[in-house]
Each structure stands twice: as C-alpha cells, then as structure tokens.
C-alpha cells in the first residue's frame, strides 16, 4: 500500500474509486487498485456509464448473446452485469468489514430525480437484478428524491445519497436516512447488513462560487477563491457529527445494528490547475468518512498526498469562511440549487448519450 492512501485509510477515510468499466474489472486493474492503493468500494454515476459504455468492442459478446432487446433492457444488463460483477471482487472486503466496505453502487435512471414512485420501483428492480449484498442504489437527493430514500431502505435495500450540495438539504438526507432505517427495523431487516452514504459534492461549489468572486474582484474576493467547497464539506462533517449525536432515534437504532450514514465526499476531482490536484483529498480527512476520486486524483494522492487529519479544528474557520462569502453578497443557497438542477441534467445528457451509443452497438452487433 503507498504511505499516503494507507495513512489517510489509518485516519478513518475510506477510499473509493469513482469509476468503472468491463475493461477496468477484465483487465485486472480495480483488483490492482484494490492491492495498492486502500481502494476498498466503487461508486459509479451515468457519466461513468457513458465513457465505459461509449467504448467499441468490450460490450459486444453479451450485446450479441441478448440479441436485438430494447435499448432500456440492454443498458440494464451491461451496467447491472459490471457492478454485479465488481461486487464479487469486493465480497471479501464487504464481509471484512462488517459490509461498512466493499460496496458498489449503481444510480437510478436520471430522469427520475423528480419522480418518487418511480425512482422507489427501479430502485427494487436494480438492487435484485444486481442480486449482490455488497451493492448500493444512487438516488439524487432531489426533494422527490427524499421519501424515496426512505421507502428504499425501509425495504432493506442500501442507498447511497448523491448529488448533496447544501447544509439544508443534507440535514434532509439524514432524517430521511433514520426514518428509512427506523421502519426497515420495523419491517424486520437486519439493520448490521445495511449501509448508507450521504454523497456531498465538492469540487463544483469551487466552480461556482470562484466565478462570482471572479466578478466580484475586490481583493477579498480574490483571496476568497478556492475556500467554499471545503469550508461546506467541512460543515457538513460538523452536522453529520451533531445529528447522529444528538437524534434520541439514532441511539435507539444504533442499539438493534445500524451504521451511522457516512459523508462521502464526490466530485474530488480538481478542477483548477492553480489549486492542489490533491486538494479534495487532503483537505476532508476525517474518522468515517469516504472520499471517491477518479483514477487520475487516486494516483495523484497515491503518489504525492498527505492523508492526515484536517477536518476536526475548522469547523470555526470555515463557519467564518461562509459569512464571508454572504457578506460579499453570494447567495450560497442560490449557488446550491443551481448546482443540484444542473447535476441532474448533466447526467440526465449523459443517460441520452449512453442510451444513443448502445443503441447504435446493437445495431452493430446484429448486422
């Protein structure tokens, strides 16, 4: 393992790689990443799907052995294929682990980010498909999201959280993560085989907040620059920290099995060349938390991160940080909602491009 990935797993992250195709679990590479790296989960998204499923030729042998099926059914297959796949390569991690790790999760279709009811059914249909107890479902924490997170869980069915952006929305997530688990015990689940992950994204409020500062212009803003994104996460740890203390219904459930929702920190990619390419690593690195890094930050924090604690200390600073940005007059909840209704489309474009691509391979395939 290298010194950094091992000291920032020995710190209580765990690492998990944001990325996954037929040719990354064929060719041996998630197992080398597992074996040198800490990566210990996987979480994939509809863009994720879009790059794998864009490729010519590994695809082709089932494509052929489905034959000419609707286009929605061979997507199913192909995706719920890869993940049912890299779950068994993390079967031991998951057990290790008490199932906490070892997890792969697969999203709902995006366009039913603002449909309840039907995010709740392909959310049941994806986790038996995927038939693995190792997976997780990705619903958006849209607020039609929200109760569908709580009747998947009440169903037995782990869920990872995504698409989180602000403070409001996440306290959201956790009551609906307690209530799904409270009538999942209800229900008579067992609750220790259960896991959830609060998805909270980082590298995008950057994005966002550094072009108002941009406008701005003023000295303060400029020295403002590349701050919010962390300062939000970091107040997220703090929330995180205060409900599941504080919530007399967590006491209760944590008492019958069940694991506190974990924050995974997503989108830790940098975006800005001037910052750290390391920056949404380094920066979150706190007890029960998980960070999902594509390849290029897995390696770059492999080779050349830090991984000690610095999230516990700030929580200070970085409430100082967002009245700042108020006082300059950025409306972080404005920033926030857009970030959320653009996350959605940009991943409802990328569902377009993948149902248009595997069309196209079936047609090829069966000339």
């Known amino acids: 393992m290298t010194e ?24 041996g590479s998630l197992q080398e990443l597992i074996s040198n790296d800490n990566v210990v989960g996987v ?3 509809p ?20 034959g000419k099926v609707d286009v929605e059914t061979a997507i199913r297959e192909l995706t719920t294929t890869d993940v049912r796949n890299a779950c068994d390569i993390f079967k031991n991690i998951a057990e290790e682990s008490d199932f906490v790790n070892g997890r792969v999760s697969i ?5 039913m980010a603002h449909e309840t009811e039907a995010t709740e059914k392909q959310a049941v249909e994806l986790w038996e498909k995927v038939n693995r107890p190792n997976a997780m479902i990705k619903i958006p924490a849209t607020l039609e999201g929200l109760p569908a997170i709580t009747a998947t869980l009440a169903k037995g069915i782990s869920v990872n959280v995504t698409l989180i952006f602000s403070l409001e929305r ?22 220790s085989k259960m896991a959830s992950v609060a998805s909270f994204f980082v590298s995008r409020v950057d994005t966002a907040v550094d072009k108002l500062l941009e406008t701005n212009g ?7 620059m590349g701050q919010a994104a962390v300062a939000n996460a970091r107040l997220a740890y703090e929330l995180f920290l205060k409900k599941f203390a504080e919530d007399p219904r967590w006491a209760e459930l944590e008492a019958k099995g069940a694991k ?14 001037a910052y750290s390419d390391t920056k949404y690593v380094d920066e979150l690195v706190a007890a029960n938390v998980v960070n999902t890094m594509p390849e290029k930050t897995l390696l770059a924090f492999a ?19 967002m009245k700042n940005l108020a006082d300059m007059g950025i409306d972080f909840k404005e920033v926030t909602d857009t970030l959320e209704a653009n996350g959605v489309q940009q991943f409802i474009d990328s569902w377009d491009t993948v149902i248009s691509d595997v069309q196209a391979a079936i047609d090829r395939v069966n000339a």
């Open 4 to 27: 950094s990935t091992q000291r920032a797993s020995e710190n209580g992250v765990s690492i998990w790689l944001d990325d996954l195709s037929r040719t990354r679990i064929e060719s």
């Open 43 to 45: 979480t994939t998204n």
């Open 47 to 66: 863009s994720i799907f879009q790059k794998a499923l864009h490729q010519v030729g590994p695809y082709d042998a089932q494509l052929k052995e489905l």
């Open 107 to 111: 999203e709902v279709d995006p366009r």
């Open 170 to 191: 996440y306290a959201q997530v956790i009551d609906a993560y307690i209530d799904g688990m409270a009538q999942a015990a209800a229900n008579g689940h067992d609750l």
């Open 218 to 224: 003023s000295e303060k803003a400029k020295a403002m």
């Open 260 to 273: 506190v929702q974990r924050p995974l920190w997503a989108s830790t990619g940098t975006k800005n060349p």
């Open 303 to 321: 080779d050349h991160g830090n991984g000690a604690p610095s999230i516990m200390g700030t929580f200070d600073e970085a409430h100082d940080v």
